[in-house]
Every structure is written in C-alpha cells, then in structure tokens.
C-alpha cells in the first residue's frame, strides 16, 4: 500500500500503469541516449580485460595451490583423533586442487587469447 496526498491508501493493484503495446518505448533517460546502437556482433567482438584475468589467474594458482599443499599434508600428518578430522582436511584440499585447476585452465585459456591477439588474429 501506497499513501496519496489526499490520505487515501492505494493497493499494488489500483496503480495505473502506462498501456502495454507493441509501440516504441520512449526513452527518458540521457544514459539510454548514449548507448551505441546494438549490431548484433557484441559477442563476436566483445573483449575482456584479458591481462586483469592473468593476473588474477595466476595470483590464485599460487594461492590454491600452497592451499591444497597444506592441507593434504596436513591431511597426511592428522592422527585418527585430531580436529579438524582427516576427512574435512581431505575434502578442503581437494577443493583447493580443483580451484587450483580452474585457475591453471584459466591462465592457459587467457594465454592461447593473448598470443592469437599479438599475432594479428583477433
């Protein structure tokens, strides 16, 4: 519910709505003003900002891999008793070496996109 000048309460349901039809939509915004006009090849030549993503990429590799390194060694080291147990080191650690993978898959992808970009391919 809504509250009117007059006092009166509106529900969701009594609010008018501009009328829905296969009309062109104004545009009421400058921003909506400066968009480029859409040729249907964005996803063709979109770009990503490919040094941010190696840099990323490879920051995180090292990351998970120390990680998973740590902890399947500590895995290896628990005793039968010790907490956190060897199966939640176990199953940290295979997290770690999955994200590790990822990032590795990742710097390899944004690599191959460098090189092909440097040798005039697109």
């Not at 990429?57 to 998970?64: I, K």
């Not at 399947?72 to 295979?94: F, K, N, T």
């Amino acid at each position: 519910m809504t509250d009117e000048p007059g006092g009166r309460a509106r529900h969701a349901a009594e609010r008018t709505h501009p009328p829905a039809g296969p009309g062109p939509v104004p545009r009421s915004s400058s921003r909506a003003a400066r968009r480029p006009v859409r040729t249907g090849s964005e996803p063709r030549t979109a770009r990503s900002a490919l040094r941010l993503r190696e840099t990323l990429s490879g920051v995180f590799l090292a990351v998970f891999a120390v990680g998973a390194a740590l902890l399947w060694w500590w895995a290896v080291e628990s005793s039968a008793g010790s907490s956190p147990g060897r199966g939640v080191l176990i199953v940290l650690a295979a997290i770690c070496t999955a994200l590790a993978v990822a990032a590795a898959l990742d710097l390899w992808v944004v690599g191959r996109r460098l090189r092909r970009e440097r040798a005039g391919h697109g």
